[in-house]
């Protein structure tokens, strides 16, 4: 079967995310992203999730609650900020991220992710990501302000050097409504000189 958005978006996850990794949900929302991230790496690993809402951290901290999630760290400030908040030893490799651009489902819509933001924020982890670490963004446009959003991180994607990043685009192109998409970015092993 050809696996949905959201399915596609955890399965890269999975494929790349080992037990005991640190990941990164960079907009942590209502917490779906955040607990498939904790599941994944354990309890010995880490998952730092963030968001500029305290409606959306509370939302995600109430979730890990009923979940009896403990191994996620909730950070209530901008992904821009993430180099912040790594510790020493999370900086030799973030295994994986995921973004949700957009609004809050449910929620205020003018408070959107916005592309400069979301740019230092995947530039950031990708400084950090372990070799074959993935950073998956869910791109969502329909509302005002998405398709700018979208346009700069097509064009920042699509820049990155193919010797360095395996760069993926996935989306259903026969749905009407601005459906979402996924843009992949896998790091490559670096190639020694010769
Ligand atoms: C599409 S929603 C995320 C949905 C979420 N993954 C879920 O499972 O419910 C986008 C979220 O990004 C947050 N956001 C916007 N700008 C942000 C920023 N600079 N840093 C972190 N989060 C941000 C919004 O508050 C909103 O909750």
């Given at each position: ?50 968001d ?11 979730r ?36 949700n ?26 400084d ?10 869910v ?19 699509k ?36």
């Amino acid at each position: 079967m050809i696996k949905n958005i959201l399915q596609f978006s955890h399965q890269l996850l999975a494929d790349a995310v080992q037990v005991g990794e640190t990941v990164i949900d960079a907009t942590c929302g209502n917490g779906n992203d955040t607990i498939f991230l904790s599941n994944l790496v354990g309890d010995s690993g880490t998952v730092l999730a963030f968001d500029i809402q305290k409606q959306a951290i509370d939302s995600t901290k109430r979730r890990l609650i009923d979940e009896a999630r403990q191994n996620v760290k909730l950070i209530h400030d901008g992904h821009e900020r993430v180099t912040t908040y790594l510790l020493k030893e999370q900086k030799h490799g973030i295994a994986g991220a995921i973004f949700n651009l957009g609004y809050l489902p449910r929620s205020d819509k003018t408070i959107i992710t916005k592309s400069e933001s979301t740019l230092q924020a995947i530039q950031q982890i990708l400084d950090y990501l372990k070799t074959n670490g993935v950073v998956v963004i869910v791109i969502y446009y329909g509302h005002e302000g998405g398709l700018e959003e979208k346009e700069n991180v097509i064009t920042f994607v699509k820049q990155l050097d193919q010797s360095a990043y395996h760069v993926l685009r996935y989306e259903f192109i026969n749905q009407k409504n601005n459906p979402p998409f996924v843009v992949a970015i896998q790091k490559r092993k670096e190639k020694l000189n010769k």
